[in-house]
Nanobody, 122 residues
Framework: QVQLVESGGGLVQAGGSLRLSCAASGRTFNRYAMGWFRQAPGKEREVVAAINWSGGSTYYADSVKGRFTISRANAKNTVYLQMSSLKPEDTAVYFC???????????????WGQGTQVTVSS
């Protein structure tokens, strides 16, 4: 069982940056693949980025490539999403998620955080 708590969301102007954090409970964090997802009002939840156990394999949605960076600190049981050059269309609730397996998965996640709101003003 893994419990996830996101933090770091907020209001930022277009072009600005934010770093989201996701703290995980449990002693086997380094055996979980992690992902960041987002859901905007009236839209389906979509994968933003994913990372494998070691951090050596990552995935990014086309819409965030070159602007967002996913990373993890296994010693701190934490995964991060560094977001730069933010756009109004990045406005959404951002969720982190965990699943077993050693790949940068885009789906099949078993554990979810409660989400953190990111609002980008134009």
């Amino acid at each position: 069982q893994v419990q996830l708590v996101e933090s770091g969301g907020g209001l930022v102007q277009a072009g600005g940056s934010l770093r989201l954090s996701c703290a995980a409970s449990g002693r086997t964090f380094n055996r979980y693949a992690m992902g960041w997802f987002r859901q905007a009002p009236g839209k389906e939840r979509e994968v933003v980025a994913a990372i494998n156990w070691s951090g050596g394999s990552t995935y990014y949605a086309d819409s965030v490539k070159g602007r967002f960076t996913i990373s993890r600190a296994n010693a701190k049981n934490t995964v991060y999403l560094q977001m730069s050059s933010l756009k109004p269309e990045d406005t959404a609730v951002y969720f982190c998620a965990a699943r077993s397996g050693n790949y940068a998965y885009t789906g099949g996640y078993d554990y979810w955080g409660q989400g953190t709101q990111v609002t980008v003003s134009s």
